[in-house]
């Protein structure tokens, strides 16, 4: 594959301190930073300052993990975050993730225009159907059925596209001289009823600069999919491997055909979690430190994925000879092949957990290069569109990353210089939409 | 009554251009800030420079009035509005309207405690239940029947206080030393099962410096009085005479005694809606050129105020010696007795209905003198606790009632020179409240 598309970057905001647990602890964070807004806004400019074509805010309603030692892992509440920073930046795309089940469409619906409005045409929604039963109680509710769920997000997405469409693009006049603030035949009630949700509109809100915010997915399975190639202009991906990532991007692709879509107007971004320092071991000891704590109580599930019983007596030694003889990758988990290649090297069992072998994305290990390489070799396999990069700690981690990275991509080709446009769905190349009917602007 | 407590002032913040219906089209104004936030902030900036108290956003989930001559009455939306406005401002408070019928308890407490946290303690929630049908049908519904919609009111509302102290005080180690970030002893579930809501929490956010948000109330009839009593701080009302505030804040009062509160815990607001010029002549000529356009179908109404048939072509004329002996204010709307009265002082039906006669609160004519002495008969008439100041323009209005009408104010000591305090809770004397449980902190 040429270097003639380039790859479409997002940054993941989570909890304001980063993507590793101990981030909240590390030298140079502020613990204090799970409640600033100030330190999300900064980390928003940072990433604008690097091109990024979005930050991605994953959510769901309520507190999740032991909050004993780690933080939680994402915002206080996205909106009003993605407002905060809608104010104190000028190009970068503002995706939320909300929940269809937990929701009302018109209450999305209207929080989500007036984000794009506020931010001039930058919002999008990861519209997903949240399936964790402490959430669920949250509502005094129990998680529905996946067929039930899907039902209600596609009425969901539906009627949000349809109010997102209830002002005609020029229905709001503005003429004062003739006295018309806007034409009403051209704000019109959308009466949808579904069987799970319904509205009639029209929305108090007018067209942004983009029309309508920009739908985007992560559900895996079926239904998952099929949602995200009905809607989807992004979908954030989970995926280990690039054969993994690829047959994920196919399966999109495939499902916006089959809704009558040209599949190029879905981009799939594969996550990456980058470990960088001016050496390979500088880079691993950053995540040894961030690792020093969770290390002990990680070991165990290590061994179980290379199926060996490991314990943390053994952490800073590497596998015996013995071990090696006997050591395979578990099918249960993606990440066991990667896992036993890194302990083939010789790596203790504490530096191993620092290769990021069982974190939520694949982490290039190294100096900055090596992370352009992971994403240059992922992209043009095919892998995916772009990537939502996940730092494990925001404070400088952003910096190392626009400051090393992203000069190595643009280099190499592989990452613009300059947002070409100002709106999110220019940044993604994502056709107009307004209402229910795409292309229809 | 002695001038030894000062007034509180709330500002009325609405659709981006002012409270009357022509504001939009107003010499100076910019018709397209109904999507600005930069003119809503600018607005706020402009009231925290008069020492205001609080902004009071009205809200319903929904469209209403004839756009085709006149604007929106409310914000496109009200968190994101406060969102932005709680960035570029240090000490006003913040209170949006949001409705218990159509929002999950769990999504309101989490949105306001965000804001409170992002506001370091500045917002209130005015917890409404909602009577439109219109809105109704927004969520595919219809409006329940009083009793039931008051019942989710307090469930809502008791969840959501709960859900707020659902993290007590020192919660939140951030002791980064020994690698605790909080005491999950001290974030606890809730497990609240109304009728009609429930919710099992913790909400996923630590406590704002006020603690929690303040409730306000906005409803009349026995159940809003008796929610009111119950949980709120502050008071949104609407009367025309001084008799009138004064019984409803009697009743509020009293409601506050019956649930075990002391009632001056409960602050209650009139509404007033100034007209301000140099002379007399300036203030009602700024009006009549803002009620052009709306003269002319408002005068039947006047006439059925006065107990006349009026019509249109007598819009600049005063009303005849003969209809002057038949006039009567009507029963029926509490405004006639003051229509009445300016209307036998001469004025032509477009003069009348320059004084406000018909508008949605008192309006005080004349220069700023005329408007603070308004204030002051109220307040000092025990009617109020202070008001929530509706500007008709905003552009040149509110800076015209901070360099104008405050300085008397000020002057006479009914009005602080300087916030005391930084959070809502300071600027009303709210006593602290954390969790369901008023009193403790
Ligand atoms: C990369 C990725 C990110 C996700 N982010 C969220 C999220 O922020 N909030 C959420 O509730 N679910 C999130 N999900 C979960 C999916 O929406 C979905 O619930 C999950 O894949 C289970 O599928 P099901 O809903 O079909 O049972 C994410 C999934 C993936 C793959
Ligand atoms: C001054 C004032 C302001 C109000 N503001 C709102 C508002 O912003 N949104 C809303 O839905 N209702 C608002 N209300 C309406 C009341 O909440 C309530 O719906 C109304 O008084 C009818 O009472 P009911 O709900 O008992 O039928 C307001 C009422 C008053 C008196």
Redesign the interface.
Known sequence: MSNDRTMILGMHLGNGYGSQG?A??FPGVD??N??S?DAQ?RYAQAAERGKFAFLFLPDF???QG???????Q?T??P???L??I???TARIGLVATGSTT???P??IA??FK??D??SHGRAGWNAVTTSDP?AA????QTIAPRPERYQRAHETIQIAQALWGSWQRDA?L???AA??????EK?QPINL?GQH??????????PSEQGQPVIFAAGGGDNGIELAGRYASGVIGAAFTIEDARSQRAAVRDAARRAGRDPDEVKFFAGVMPAIGPTKRAALDRRVRLGE?SAPARVSYLGSMLGLALDARQLDEPLSASQLTIARASEFDPRSARALEVAREGWTLREILAHGVIDYHPTPVGTAAVTADHMQEWFEAGACDGFWVSIDVNEDGIDTFVDEVMPILQERGLFHHDYEGSTLRDHLGAPAQYGLDPRVS
Chains 1, 2 share one sequence.
């Open positions: 101990a909240w602890r613990p204090a799970y409640a807004f806004v309603p309520g507190l032991d909050l004993a030692s780690e933080s939680p994402i206080l509440e909106m009003l975050t407002a905060a809608a104010r104190e937990f929701n009302e018109f209450n209207r929080q007036a984000l409005v506020m402490g109680a949250n509502y005094g709001w503005q003429d004062t006295g018309r603030f806007a034409d009403p704000i009823q949700v319904a509205s009639r509109g029209p929305l108090p809100i007018p704590h």
